[in-house]
């Protein structure tokens, strides 16, 4: 995964095109830089699993 990859999966879910991304451990370093950049941040919710990977979705309400 590069830089403009990880930031087509964060445009896909803030449109609602998916459902989640998974992100494995490898590449979570780049979507993550690409993901606090962005305004809509907080919108965004991961959720960590086993192996280091995380499952990101959109929140249609800000976390706190």
């Not at 992100?23 to 965004?44: G, N, Q, Y």
């Amino acid at each position: 995964m590069d830089k403009q990859m990880a930031e087509e999966l964060l445009d896909n879910l803030a449109s609602k095109g998916m459902d989640e991304v998974l992100v494995t451990k490898e590449t979570f370093l780049i979507f993550r830089a690409c993901l606090v950049k962005r305004p809509d941040f907080k919108h965004f919710r991961g959720i960590a699993r086993q192996n280091g990977e995380v499952i990101y979705k959109y929140l249609d309400e800000p976390r706190s």
